[in-house]
């Protein structure tokens, strides 16, 4: 009987054990995943969120969908995270002469850290990349010629916590 007793609390300890473990790695799971975030390009020359905010290394991943109804001649959109030091009218100036690669100047790819694709007007394109390590403020732009003067452009700062 008391043999017995113990078997059944082994097998109850050992199913709690197995319930526990997957409680863990299900949330070791969800908390690897990417921070999403959702941004429109708006017919304002405006960026939907100007600023965001992640954690260092966290892995983010930037989701631009163009609004407009505007033909994509006219009102296109592209999201570039520029490094920490990195001279944003430089980039925007060069842009300008790299419509074939969606006004993404190839030459200073050094200056940039992650860019979606261009996107027409109900056009979707995500890029998902690792936030710097060195807490600060990095802006991102559009290069589309005309927006980054126009002021489309944001902050995604770095912080702990």
């Known amino acids: 009987m008391v043999q017995r007793q113990r078997s059944k609390e082994i097998r109850m300890l050992k199913k709690t054990l197995a319930l526990v473990m997957f409680a863990v790695l299900s949330v070791s799971a969800f908390a690897a995943q990417a921070k999403t975030v959702e941004i429109e390009g708006m017919n304002s020359l405006k960026f939907s969120k100007e600023n965001i905010t992640v954690k260092p290394g966290e892995e983010v991943t930037i989701k631009l969908t163009n609004t407009t ?7 296109a959109h592209n999201w570039i995270l520029l490094a920490a030091d990195a001279d944003a009218q430089a980039v925007d100036e060069a842009a300008a002469q ?9 030459d200073m790819s050094d200056q940039i850290l992650a860019h979606t694709g261009l996107v027409a007007g109900g056009e ?11 807490p600060g403020d990095y802006e991102y732009i559009c290069t589309f010629p ?6 489309m452009k944001g902050t995604l700062t770095v912080k702990e916590g």
């Open 69 to 75: 109804d505007l033909p994509e001649s006219a009102m």
């Open 98 to 106: 790299a419509k074939d690669n969606d006004y993404v100047p190839k």
């Open 124 to 134: 979707t394109d995500e890029v998902t990349f690792t936030a710097p390590e060195e």
């Open 146 to 151: 005309g927006h980054l003067a126009a002021g």
